[in-house]
């Protein structure tokens, strides 16, 4: 009897060590990938404010820089699971000072769901976040 409550006592010392050791961890995480999201959104949403900003979505020129920024500033660190990417398209978003690209690719259950990706991102495949756009999406089909 004394040894299952010896066993009992190290395992609830080993939960006490345990769980906050993951609870930190968890935050580290959340912490790492929401700056990940601010450092490939952040310049996106600047060049946007340009005066002078030219955007391509597979080489087609969109014009309404208001909704790209109103769908950018409200980038999302989640969705629901159960869909993925059905293709991948680059956005490319011009000044006359200075371009970036990212890779958009549209949510197989949501057409106007989707998946950033930063082109220069060490880590291929990571996905930076999830906007949803009705005008993206209009301007995907013609990429098709």
């Not at 929401?34 to 340009?50: A, C, G, W």
Request: negative net charge; aromatic residues 8%.
């Amino acid at each position: 009897m004394n040894l299952n409550i010896d066993k009992e006592v190290r395992f609830l010392k080993l939960i006490a060590i345990a769980m906050p050791v993951s609870i930190v961890f968890i935050i580290a995480v959340f912490v790492t990938l929401n700056r990940h999201t601010d450092y490939v959104i952040s310049p996106i949403i600047e060049l946007l404010n340009d005066e002078h900003v030219d955007v391509e979505l597979c080489q087609i020129h969109l014009e309404n820089k208001d909704l790209l920024i109103e769908a950018f500033e409200s980038v999302t660190n989640s969705k629901k699971s159960g869909s993925s990417p059905v293709s991948v398209v680059q956005l490319k978003v011009t000044t006359n000072k200075n371009s970036r690209s990212i890779e958009l690719g549209r949510d197989s259950k949501d057409s106007t769901l989707f998946w950033v990706y930063s082109e220069d991102s060490k880590i291929q495949g990571m996905v930076v976040g999830w906007i949803k756009s009705q005008y993206v999406s209009e301007a995907y089909k013609a990429c098709l």
